[in-house]
């Protein structure tokens, strides 16, 4: 019950125990009971009270945890960001494609500064991002790019609140594409 909850972002409440967890997450709130029920099955009721939009979601999101534990079945979000996005805000890493580049996008505390960490084969590169998110739109700033090429980048985020994508342009040229998923935990 307890890595249900946690899979899907929720941080378990100190009032759990015995055949029930609890936890919260944003505006929601998540109760996991399980019973012994006949021929030595297992009862799990689930219950998520929401202040808000999306608590049938989070129950089927628990529910497919508890039938097979694992990564977040539902893209695990923080709960609403930027204009009512279910979603994270700035979350605590992104993983963004680019050009055939693959990066990792790590948050500095609860800043919006990103250390970036891309490959492309055998090739590397570092930077740091200054990311803001406005309504759905965001803009990234690359600076400190290990190659001298820093970059503006621009992006919708989508009503899903976690995915991104747009496009930038470096001193080097562009536009060029690029999509991102932010990662709230």
Same mark, same amino acid.
């Given at each position: 019950?307890?890595?249900?909850?946690?899979?899907?972002?929720?941080? &378990?409440?100190?009032?759990?125990? #015995?055949?029930?967890?609890? #936890?919260? &997450?944003?505006?929601?709130?998540?109760?996991?009971?399980?019973? /012994?029920?006949?021929?030595?099955?297992?009862?799990?009721?689930?219950?998520?009270?929401?202040?808000?939009?999306?608590?049938?979601?989070?129950?089927?999101?628990?529910?497919?945890?508890?039938?097979?534990?694992? /990564?977040?079945?539902?893209?695990?979000?923080?709960?609403?960001? /930027?204009?009512?996005?279910?979603?994270?805000?700035?979350?605590?890493?992104?993983?963004?494609?680019?050009?055939?580049?693959?990066?990792?996008?790590?948050?500095?505390?609860?800043?919006?500064?990103?250390?970036?960490?891309?490959? &492309? #084969?055998?090739?590397?590169?570092?930077?740091?991002?200054?990311?803001?998110?406005?309504?759905?739109?965001?803009?990234?700033?690359?600076?400190?790019?290990?190659?001298?090429?820093?970059?503006?980048?621009?992006?919708?985020?989508?009503?899903? #609140?976690?995915?991104?994508?747009?496009?930038?342009?470096? &001193?080097?040229?562009?536009?060029?594409?690029?999509?991102?998923?932010?990662?709230?935990?």
């Amino acid at each position: 019950m307890s890595t249900a909850l946690q899979n899907e972002g929720y941080t &378990k409440d100190g009032n759990s125990g #015995g055949n029930f967890v609890a #936890g919260t &997450k944003a505006i929601h709130t998540a109760v996991i009971i399980c019973s /012994p029920a006949p021929e030595s099955r297992m009862l799990v009721q689930i219950v998520v009270a929401s202040n808000g939009d999306g608590g049938g979601r989070e129950r089927q999101c628990l529910q497919a945890q508890m039938d097979q534990p694992g /990564p977040s079945r539902c893209g695990y979000s923080g709960g609403p960001g /930027p204009s009512g996005q279910s979603g994270c805000g700035l979350g605590s890493r992104w993983q963004e494609s680019e050009e055939g580049w693959t990066a990792l996008w790590t948050r500095r505390g609860t800043s919006n500064v990103f250390d970036v960490y891309s490959t &492309k #084969g055998s090739l590397t590169l570092t930077a740091v991002h200054t990311i803001n998110i406005n309504g759905n739109r965001v803009s990234v700033s690359r600076t400190n790019a290990s190659d001298g090429n820093n970059c503006d980048m621009e992006g919708i985020l989508q009503s899903d #609140g976690v995915n991104v994508s747009g496009s930038y342009r470096c &001193k080097s040229g562009g536009p060029y594409a690029w999509q991102a998923r932010i990662i709230c935990q």
